[in-house]
């Protein structure tokens, strides 16, 4: 039920999407395009397979997004990777997108290791870009998924710091505007938070 109304509110028609992206814009000019990584442009997560219509010569996320044409996503060449992640998410409740959960911004220390993370496959994808059109102008987006809920630790980096020993950032005041713009930590205390 949340999925179709995401999709009502989000899928456009293709031919409502501006004729103008930074993709064909940059690829008029004579650059080499590329976009690495979550990139939410719309209709996100479409069902029709619209091409290459954003302009980016190289596309690769964490997964199939947009209906764009892609080079690859992290789902397909590691679902391995992915199920096991998926697996210790669903054990905690933490639902597919990692919204409005508490337990996602509480977050949690995964079994899996840093590079075998989506955003260490995103940054070597956007890295080998670059690599290979250093000599040639080229405009690239790199849009790493990491800063968004669920909040995961790799397992190479749990025991780098005592949580004892972290500084908490100074407490919000009560009276802010947009005081209740964060229904995600409902169910946090601020020491878990």
């Known amino acids: 039920e949340l999925r179709k109304?995401?999709?009502?509110?989000?899928?456009?028609?293709?031919?409502?999407?501006?004729?103008?992206?930074?993709?064909?814009?940059?690829g008029r000019a004579g650059f080499v395009t590329g976009a690495y990584g979550k990139m939410h442009t719309m209709p996100y997560q479409a069902a029709i397979e619209r091409g290459n219509y954003y302009?980016?010569?190289?596309?690769a996320g964490p997964f199939h997004e947009?209906?764009?044409?892609?080079?690859s996503h992290f789902v397909a060449e590691h679902r391995d990777w992915v199920?096991?992640?998926m697996g210790?998410?669903?054990?905690?409740g933490i639902n597919q997108g990692g919204d409005n959960c508490a337990a996602a911004f509480k977050g949690f220390t995964a079994s899996i290791r840093l590079d075998q993370s989506r955003d260490w496959w995103v940054g070597e994808q956007a890295a080998s870009f670059v690599d290979e059109n250093k000599d040639?102008?080229?405009?690239?987006?790199?849009?790493?998924?990491?800063p968004h809920a669920p909040h995961?630790?790799?397992a190479d980096f749990a025991d780098l710091y005592d949580p004892a020993d972290m500084i908490l950032p100074p407490k919000p005041p009560d009276d802010l505007p947009d005081?209740?713009?964060?229904?995600?930590?409902?169910?946090?205390?601020?020491?878990e938070l």
């Open 5 to 26: 109304t995401i999709a009502e509110k989000y899928l456009l028609d293709p031919e409502q999407i501006p004729e103008w992206t930074m993709g064909k814009a940059f």
């Open 55 to 59: 302009g980016f010569d190289h596309r």
């Open 66 to 71: 947009t209906g764009e044409k892609m080079d």
């Open 83 to 85: 199920e096991t992640i």
């Open 88 to 92: 210790e998410r669903e054990a905690r």
């Open 136 to 146: 040639n102008p080229f405009f690239m987006i790199c849009s790493l998924s990491g």
């Open 152 to 154: 995961v630790t790799p």
């Open 179 to 191: 005081r209740d713009a964060y229904p995600n930590f409902v169910g946090l205390e601020r020491e």
